[in-house]
Structures are given as structure tokens and as C-alpha cells.
């Protein structure tokens, strides 16, 4: 800013030193032109006085763009210069990010790597504690007395047999109770579509219909026992519980819909596609 003032108070000296040179050289050539020439100077236009006035004005105006166009191109250079000082800075700062993020990653590496040994390393020493403690406690230990082989038979009999009569209880047990009401075919409305229970697909619902399950209400009326009867009769243990049977069935008995059912009606379900 500084220099364009300085060249336009230059360009202005040199306007007013051009257009005072220019008067005083067009009046000392008028005062010759009317000393050699019998005209009147007032009605009688010199044009060389008018010709140099506008060369003057001509040296102001040429001054002053040439001035204007030196600043322009001062600020287009600042301006390139910071840009480009910018884009340097940008990628300075990404290297630097990108080298400490390296430095992080490595070290992170390192106290893995160094989590890991030491891992290993408390699991060997574990185990040659383990291998020591063993080794103490075997040698410890008193010697037993050998029984006889009548006596050992008989032991491990009487063992097994407990065991066998553990199993059937367990079995009669997990075997529940069979529900009230089982139909040897559906009844005159037609069955139930089953495989829009969650959990029952085309094997299952033809399964259910072979110990009698027809329709919604008669799964709906199921208690724990009868869950656990089902589970045995289809080999699906807990699937029944699992997927809460019992629940979806007393909606679909009321005519009510879950979002399952939804998607069965819309064919969007493969397990419960027959074949």
C-alpha cells in the first residue's frame, strides 16, 4: 500500500512538473508565433499549446496504470507466496502425524509383544510349579492297601447298579406329563397352521400332529409337565420353553397375530414351506 502511495504522488509530481514545462514552453513559443505571425491570439486557436496538455495528461494516465499494475501483481505474488507456504505447513504437519502415529502404533506393538512373553512366561513357571507340587504330594502320599478282588467286585457292582437306578429315575422324570385332550385327528374345522409358532416348522407341526397336537388351544393349555412331555415325544429338549410356545399359541387361539405369524402368512418363511 506504502508504494502504490509513493508512485502516485510520483506520477502526480511528474503531471504538474509536465504540464508546467508545457505551459511555459507554449507561452514563450505563442509569444514567439504572435511576434512573427500578425494574428490575434485570442481568437486564434494554438493547437500546441492544447497538444501538450494532453501528451502531459497522456504521461500522468500511463504513470498511473503502470503504477497500479505493479501493486496488483506485488499482491498476487504475496499471494501466491502464502499459499504455497500454506501447502507446505499442511504437509509438514501431515508427515509429522503420520510419524507419530507410527511411533504409537510400534509402540503398542512392542508392549504387546512384551504382555505376551510375559504371559508365556507365567504359564511355564505355573506349570513347573504344578509339575513340583505333583511330584511332592505323590511322594507323600501313604501307600493304600490293596483290597481284594471279591471286594472290589462287589463294590463296583453296587455302584453300578446305583447308577442304572439314578438314570431311569432321571428319564421318568425329564419325561413329564402327557396334556389332556390329545385328538387322534383334527377336529371339523380343519387343524391349525402349527408352523406359525415361532420355532415349529413342517417336520415339527407333522411330529405334533402325530401325538395328537392339532391346533393353537391345545399347546396354549400346556403347563411345564406337559412342555417336558413334548420335548421328549419330539427330541427337541427345551426347544418348547425356549421359543415360548405356550405364549404364542394363546394369541393365535384368540385370533391375534405375532410378527412371525406375519411372515409365515406372507410365505416369507422357508422352514415352514411343505415341500
Known amino acids: 500500500m506504502t508504494t502504490l502511495l509513493y508512485l502516485l504522488v ?7 512538473i509536465g504540464y508546467l514545462l508545457a505551459r511555459i514552453g507554449c507561452d514563450s513559443s ?17 493547437k500546441r499549446c492544447e497538444d501538450a496538455d494532453i501528451n502531459a495528461r497522456k ?35 501431515r508427515k509429522a502425524e503420520a510419524k507419530a502415529k507410527k511411533e504409537v502404533e510400534a509402540k503398542a506393538a512392542q508392549e504387546k509383544a512384551a504382555k505376551a512373553k510375559a504371559k508365556e512366561e507365567a504359564v511355564a513357571k505355573a506349570k513347573t510349579k504344578t509339575k513340583e507340587k505333583a511330584k511332592t504330594v505323590s511322594k507323600a502320599e501313604p501307600k493304600v492297601k490293596k483290597e481284594p478282588k471279591s471286594q472290589v467286585k462287589e463294590k463296583g457292582t453296587t455302584a453300578k447298579k446305583a447308577v442304572t437306578t439314578k438314570t431311569a429315575t432321571d428319564a421318568e422324570e425329564n419325561k413329564g406329563v402327557a396334556p389332556q385332550g390329545l385328538l387322534s385327528a383334527p377336529r371339523a374345522g380343519g387343524k391349525d397352521n402349527l408352523t406359525r409358532i415361532k420355532g415349529i416348522g413342517v417336520k415339527i407341526d407333522e411330529a405334533l400332529n402325530g401325538i395328537g397336537i392339532y391346533h393353537f388351544d391345545q399347546i396354549a393349555a400346556w403347563t411345564e409337565e406337559n412342555m417336558a412331555w413334548a ?30 405369524s406375519k411372515r409365515v402368512d406372507k410365505g416369507e418363511v422357508s422352514s415352514s414351506k411343505k415341500a
Open 59 to 93: 504521461v500522468a494516465v500511463a504513470t498511473e496504470e503502470r503504477a497500479k499494475a505493479a501493486e496488483a501483481q506485488r499482491l498476487l505474488d504475496e499471494e501466491t507466496a502464502a499459499k504455497v507456504r500454506a501447502e507446505e505447513e499442511a504437509e509438514a504437519a
Open 10 to 16: 510520483a506520477a502526480l509530481a511528474f503531471f504538474v
Open 30 to 46: 505563442g509569444e514567439r508565433y504572435l511576434s512573427q505571425t500578425p494574428v490575434d491570439p485570442i481568437t486564434e486557436d494554438d
Open 231 to 260: 420335548d421328549s415325544a419330539l427330541s427337541f429338549p427345551g426347544r418348547a420353553k425356549r421359543d415360548d410356545w405356550v405364549g404364542q399359541a394363546k394369541l393365535l387361539a384368540t385370533g391375534k397375530e405375532t410378527e412371525f
